[in-house]
C-alpha cells in the first residue's frame, strides 16, 4: 500500500559526506511527519532526525551541526545530508513516515541503507 526506499548509504572515511533518500510511493494521500532513525550493531534503534509537513525540523544532540533534513512535499522524498561523519556514526538508516492513506493513518518504515564510516 505504502512504500519507501531508501538510497544514499555507503562506506566514507571519517570527515567526509554522504546524502541519504527516502522515496515515499503508493495510494498516499498526505505526508505528515518524516524521520530518519540509525541502528549500530548491539544498540537500539535511535532517532536520527525529523521533519514535519511545514518544515519544523529536530535532531539529536550528536548530530546538531553536521547533519540536516530536507524534504520534497511534491516528490514525497525526503534527504538527510551528513557531513562531518563520524565513527560513531555508523550503522543502518532507516526511514520512517506517518501517512494518510485512503481512510486511515499509519507508520511505515524503510528496509534500511548502511552507512560505515571508517575512522
Known amino acids: 500500500q505504502v512504500q519507501l526506499v531508501e538510497s544514499g548509504g555507503g562506506a566514507v572515511q571519517a570527515g567526509g559526506s554522504l546524502r541519504l533518500s527516502c522515496a515515499a510511493s503508493g495510494r498516499i494521500v498526505s505526508v505528515a511527519v518524516m524521520a530518519w532513525y540509525r541502528q549500530a550493531p548491539g544498540k537500539q534503534r535511535e532517532l536520527v532526525a525529523a521533519i514535519t509537513d511545514i518544515g519544523t525540523t529536530d535532531y539529536a544532540d550528536s548530530v546538531k551541526g553536521r547533519f540536516s533534513i530536507s524534504r520534497d512535499n511534491v516528490k514525497k522524498t525526503m534527504y538527510l545530508q551528513m557531513n562531518d561523519l563520524k565513527a560513531e556514526d555508523t550503522g543502518v538508516y532507516y526511514c520512517?513516515?506517518?501517512?494518510?492513506?485512503?481512510?486511515?493513518?499509519?507508520?511505515?518504515w524503510g528496509q534500511g541503507t548502511q552507512v560505515t564510516v571508517s575512522s
Open positions: 520512517k513516515t506517518t501517512v494518510q492513506t485512503i481512510g486511515s493513518w499509519g507508520d511505515y
